[in-house]
């Protein structure tokens, strides 16, 4: 099995926040399904130096309830594990993130993350989407006994908000209009660009990156024309799929 394939869901981004052998220095950690879409770092790197993470904060306002269950953990079985952990009044996306190695040990983590046995997270019935369940009660609670100081700053921009929707792709370009990092988690993530949300933005930077290296445009032209083909026959199959149904659905109603 080829070592990528061998770190596990997120699981490499846990290897960094346990090791010791960085001695505590910082990094920014990414997904792969993220552009900057302007100078966030500007902002970023000072908040760095005086803090141990910094998490782009979401709030919900009302009863969390089925909610927090369903997005990031069952909060009973959290005050299980820790009796006195509280509510923080925030979550966070762990996509992106600026933090520390020596993060946490991995007494902390014990009985939801095994740092030497693969697949390496245990107990995922109680925590079934693995570091953001885990992370957005560890680090607040490490927060509330004062061993970790997080810093909140909103730079992280979910894909399918209308914020991102209407984000002027001249103001991406100029880099200075949107400070921030642009996600497309969860949703669908296609070799043919062409065919996912603010396609714009990602053909931008896929242009710009096959201008950097040798050979550039014949390396971006035959992929995008084989993941072309590949959209369209798909896209076309999807269409005479949804017209059979409609049609079965048609002759069975009228027997």
């Known amino acids: 099995m080829a070592v990528a394939s061998r770190q596990g869901w997120s699981a490499a981004k846990m290897h960094f926040y346990l090791s010791d052998k960085l001695k505590g220095k910082k990094a920014l950690l990414l997904d792969s399904d993220i552009v900057f ?3 966030v770092l500007d902002r970023l790197i000072p908040l760095s ?4 993470v910094i998490v782009s904060p979401e709030y919900y306002k009302g009863n969390e309830g089925e909610w927090l269950k369903k997005q990031y953990y069952d909060i009973d079985i959290v005050q299980k594990i820790h ?5 923080p009044g925030y979550y ?3 996509g992106q993130l600026i933090a520390r190695s020596e993060l946490f040990t991995s007494e902390e983590v014990k009985g939801v993350f ?3 046995e693969f697949p390496f997270w245990l107990n995922r019935g109680d925590f079934p989407l693995v570091d953001q369940a885990v992370l957005n009660y560890l680090l607040p609670y490490k927060e509330q006994k004062k061993e970790i100081k997080i810093a909140r700053d909103v730079y992280y921009i979910w894909i399918d908000t209308d914020t991102a929707k209407e984000m002027d792709l001249n103001g991406v370009i100029e880099g200075k209009k949107y400070p921030y990092m642009l996600h497309w988690a ?5 070799p043919y660009i062409y065919g996912m949300i603010r396609s714009d933005i990602l053909v931008y930077f896929q242009k710009l990156y096959f201008q950097k290296i040798p050979y550039g445009k014949l390396k971006r032209f035959f992929p995008l024309v084989q993941s072309g083909m590949d959209y ?3 896209s076309y199959y999807r269409q005479l799929r949804k017209k059979y149904r409609k049609v079965r659905s048609k002759k069975n109603k009228q027997k």
């Open 114 to 116: 095994d740092e030497k």
């Open 49 to 52: 130096m005086v803090n141990d």
């Open 83 to 87: 009796p006195d952990f509280k509510l």
């Open 232 to 234: 369209f026959i798909r």
């Open 37 to 39: 879409t302007g100078r």
């Open 92 to 94: 966070f996306n762990c």
């Open 186 to 190: 969860g949703k669908d993530r296609i």
